[in-house]
């Protein structure tokens, strides 16, 4: 096949009438749209866009694949920054028709199919009061957050969203569709705990979820001057607090725009995002010693509201279509020399929407081995990221270079791996970010995926 339209073309006529589902290719209306994802700096051009509506299309996708030895993309939400859910010239396995969500309260599990986003299975599970650990951000995928790992406000109280995760059913290289648990294909089930899309496609997933209802959160803000002074205790005090309390620390420009006093907008600020699991006495209580430890905040946002609220606070400020450049490391310690830096770097954001999170692990995350699940970095403090973000391409190369000079500055306080969901740029990182359990996994690889199919992530090769 040497056009990319004689691939939308074959597949029409190869899969046929027995397939469910749209096939999109660069001919047809609608390519436009279906090639976009979250990230408006990758801009790829597959030959076809495929959205499979069941399992036995995603199969049958994966036949098509590897028959025409196509380049493979998998996209759950297409929110990762690198732009690993889709790929030029080869197939995208779409899958956002895969997306009903299924609470059991009794069980208290929730069933959830592979193209679904966070904001749909916190409204379902939030409905009875109950959650399962994910991101900050509602409109993330469900896949591909979870496959990585999966850090938020619940890490320190329930753990990783891998840590939850109680089964999964996939399709494999070999088009063979394999329920995947502790005691079914448990070397699978290991591997897809923290080793991403490498593996298969996940075309469901089923969670252990938590009582969480009402939750105690929102922003605690300083001016970004007093950034090294407000790290200094954070770094000392949220590892010691209790596991209800989550906080993690961020730089940002408070938006010009409700529910943000209109005498704080746009200014640079240092803070730190809150969530208790609990009452709010116990909150207050609880976040008291790093309050009275620091001068009087711009602003002390926090209030009583539903998990589901907090878990989309941030959507409207990051809705689809900036531009985004990432990096990242795993921290195991903040020494005084790394505060300073980051009191430089957060000074200098370049724009109103960039940004650099310290997310704490610890916790429950630390209740599992780094040989435990994939997942390595069970004893590390805190995941950093840094993200330039900004509407306007113009800006592209602005934000790209501060995340880069503010990532290289603070490098050599990193514990040397990074989270590989916020991986801007990590194909040489991988090996460092799974560590000891880097050749297990090449085992597993090699077993399921010898001839690596499922490439376009962060690649484990396949060993033998
Ligand atoms: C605004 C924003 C906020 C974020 N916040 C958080 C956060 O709070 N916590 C956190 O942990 N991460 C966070 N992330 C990072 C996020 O976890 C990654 O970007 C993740 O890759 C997104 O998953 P996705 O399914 O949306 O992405 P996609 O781009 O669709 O996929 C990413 C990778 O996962 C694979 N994949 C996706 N679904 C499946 C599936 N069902 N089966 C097999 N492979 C699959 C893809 O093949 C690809 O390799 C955030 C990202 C953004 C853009």
Redesign the pocket.
């Known amino acids: 096949m040497s056009t990319l339209a004689t691939v939308a073309e074959a597949a029409r006529r190869e899969l046929g009438s027995g397939f469910n589902g749209e096939l999109t290719g660069p001919e047809d209306a609608g390519y436009a749209e279906a090639r976009k994802?979250?990230?408006a700096m990758i801009d790829r051009r597959p030959a076809l866009i495929a959205r499979p509506a069941d399992a036995e299309g995603v199969a049958k996708l994966v036949g098509f694949a590897r028959d025409h030895s196509l380049d493979l993309?998998?996209?759950?939400?297409?929110?990762?920054?690198?732009?690993?859910?889709?790929c030029d010239d080869g197939v995208v396995i779409?899958?956002a028709s895969?997306r009903e969500v299924q609470v059991d309260p009794q069980a208290r599990t929730v069933r959830v199919g592979?193209?679904a986003?966070w904001g749909e299975v916190d409204s379902a599970t939030g409905e009875h009061g109950l959650a399962t650990p994910?991101?900050?951000?509602s409109?993330?995928?469900?896949?591909?957050?979870?496959?990585?790992?999966?850090?938020?406000?619940l890490t320190r109280k329930c753990g990783?969203?891998i840590d939850n995760l109680l089964e999964a059913e996939?399709v494999l290289a070999s088009g063979e569709r394999v329920r995947v648990s502790g005691d079914e294909h448990p070397d699978l089930y290991w591997a897809?705990r923290g080793g991403?899309?490498?593996?298969?496609?996940?075309?469901s997933?089923e969670f252990r979820l938590h009582e969480v209802g009402t939750i105690i959160g929102g922003p605690t803000f300083w001016p970004v001057e007093m950034a090294a002074e407000v790290l200094s205790v954070y770094r000392e005090f949220l590892p010691a607090a209790p596991r209800e309390l989550y906080g993690f620390y961020a730089f940002a420009t408070v938006p010009p725009a409700d529910p943000f006093p209109s005498e704080i907008h746009l200014r640079k600020v240092c803070g730190i995002v809150w969530c208790h699991v609990g009452g709010e006495d116990d909150a207050a209580r609880e976040m008291a010693p790093l309050l009275d430890a620091l001068p009087e905040p711009l602003l002390h946002g926090v209030q009583p509201m539903p998990h589901p609220a907090l878990q989309s606070a941030?959507d409207g400020l990051?809705p689809p279509g900036d531009q985004?450049y990432?990096r990242a490391d795993f921290v195991n310690e903040v020494p005084d020399a790394a505060v300073d830096l980051h009191a430089r770097f957060g000074a200098d954001l370049p724009t109103m929407k960039s940004t650099m999170?310290l997310?704490p692990i610890d916790g429950a995350a630390h209740d599992l081995a780094p040989g435990d699940t994939a997942w390595s970095y069970r004893d590390a403090t805190f995941?950093t990221?840094y993200?330039g973000v900004d509407p306007d391409p113009a800006n592209a190369e602005a934000v790209r270079r501060w995340t880069v000079d503010y990532y290289e500055a603070l490098h050599p306080y990193s514990a040397g791996g990074a989270?590989?969901?916020?991986m801007g740029e990590g194909q040489g990182r991988v090996r460092a970010s799974y560590r000891g359990n880097y050749d297990k996994l090449a085992r597993i690889k090699g077993i399921y995926d010898p001839d690596n199919t499922?490439r376009?992530?962060?690649n484990i090769e396949p060993e033998g």
Not at 196 to 203: A, M
């Open positions: 994802v979250y990230n993309a998998v996209r759950g939400g297409g929110h990762n920054g690198a732009g690993l859910g889709t779409d899958l895969l592979g193209g986003t994910s991101g900050i951000i409109t993330t995928g469900v896949g591909g957050l979870t496959l990585g790992g999966g850090l938020g406000h990783l969203a996939m897809i991403g899309g490498n593996f298969g496609v996940v075309t997933f941030f990051y985004w990432w999170h997310y995941a990221v993200a989270y590989v969901n916020m499922f376009i992530n962060w």
